[in-house]
């Protein structure tokens, strides 16, 4: 779009409708940025939390939970329970990645 509006508004012959036009489409990109920026950072949110989990409970009552990511499967995470609501950084789990998945 950057490169074909410019092109478009030149073909104009009157001044006035040209910057007219100019204007019009530079002040409604300006008011959009904001509205592609923070519908972006919303999609680097949803592409960077999606994974699968699986919540593993011992016959103790003790919990782990397992994380895989969606991507490739190549990173599975273990967290271990630190209190009723939170886990913590257990260890990394490389003899986990791949197939078949971590919630199968």
């Known amino acids: 779009m950057v490169l074909l509006v410019p092109a478009l508004i030149r073909r104009r012959r009157r001044k006035w409708i040209r910057r007219t036009v100019g204007w019009t489409s530079a002040l409604a990109s300006a008011a959009a940025t904001p509205f592609i920026g923070l519908l972006f ?9 999606s994974g699968d989990y699986v919540k593993v409970v011992a016959l ?12 490739d499967g ?7 329970e630190h209190d009723d609501f939170t886990y913590k950084f257990g260890r990394g789990a490389p003899e986990l990645t791949g197939w078949p998945r971590v919630k199968d």
């Open 41 to 49: 950072f919303f999609a680097v949110l949803v592409a960077a939390g």
């Open 60 to 71: 103790d009552g003790q919990s782990v939970l397992i994380t895989q990511d969606d991507f």
């Open 74 to 80: 190549d990173v599975v995470n273990i967290f271990t």
